[in-house]
């Protein structure tokens, strides 16, 4: 059962445009919601969090956006550099809680051309 | 420098053969995690551990072996039991025992079966 489901899975942008990547959660007990950057041959990292208590979090060229009714929340990054192509993860999971550990989407591969 | 060392890089195993992978950590984090990677499939968890000398199954435990004897390592065994071992192994660390959601992972070992 997949818990986490995202798309595209595959994304390519021209620079300087937007980048929307989108999730879906199942679960509604989860109420920590990362997205994670990843670059060939490397691990992740983690990009920029939110919590259910609030619909948008922005942190430069990145905002995620949460939607708790539609169990949906997004990734845009703005202004969309070459330097962004990478693969993206959105993950869940409950906050505090132990034996329990982040659920990831099946990742984005985001192009951006110059 | 603080960081999550995972050996061998690359490594080529012959069908039939168990290998281990390293995980080691510098971090004095709590909670330790294996995940496998697959194009197009995201990241599976294979075994976490909250505590030294405990650990859990995750998804896809069939085929892994794992032990927590010091708090610095958690080494992952792929066994001849494992019938699609070509993968991307990657091991995290998280700070606290219970789910703080920030995961810290290393840089990968790209196991490929011959």
């Known amino acids: 059962q997949q818990q986490v489901k995202q798309s595209p899975q595959s994304l390519i942008v021209q620079k300087g445009g937007i980048s929307i990547i989108n999730c879906a959660y199942e679960?509604?007990?989860?109420?920590?919601f990362p997205w994670y950057q990843q670059f060939p041959g490397k691990g992740p990292a983690l990009l920029i969090a939110i919590r259910p208590d609030v619909s948008e979090k922005k942190e430069g060229r990145f905002t995620i956006s949460f939607n708790k009714s539609a169990k949906q929340f997004s990734l845009h990054i703005m202004d969309s550099q070459p330097g962004d192509s990478a693969t993206y993860f959105c993950?869940?999971?409950?906050?505090?809680?132990?034996?329990?550990?982040?659920?990831f989407g099946k990742g984005t591969t985001l192009s951006v051309s110059s | 420098d603080g960081g999550i060392t995972q050996s061998p890089k690359y490594l080529f195993r012959k069908e039939g053969q168990n290998v281990t992978l390293s995980c080691e950590q510098n971090l004095n984090h709590d909670a330790m995690y294996w995940y496998r990677q697959d194009p197009g499939q995201g990241l599976r968890l294979i075994y976490y551990s909250q505590i030294v000398n405990d650990f859990q199954k995750g998804d896809i435990a069939e085929g892994y072996s794992v032990s927590r004897e010091k708090k610095e390592s958690f080494p992952l065994t792929v066994t001849s039991a494992q019938k699609n071992p070509t993968a991307f192994y990657l091991c995290?660390?998280?700070?606290?025992?219970?789910?703080?959601?920030?995961?810290?992972f290393g840089e990968g070992s790209r196991l490929t079966v011959l």
């Open positions: 679960n509604t007990a989860f109420d920590y």
């Open positions: 993950a869940a999971s409950s906050m505090g809680q132990a034996g329990t550990a982040l659920i």
């Open positions: 995290a660390t998280q700070k606290g025992r219970t789910n703080t959601g920030e995961l810290f």
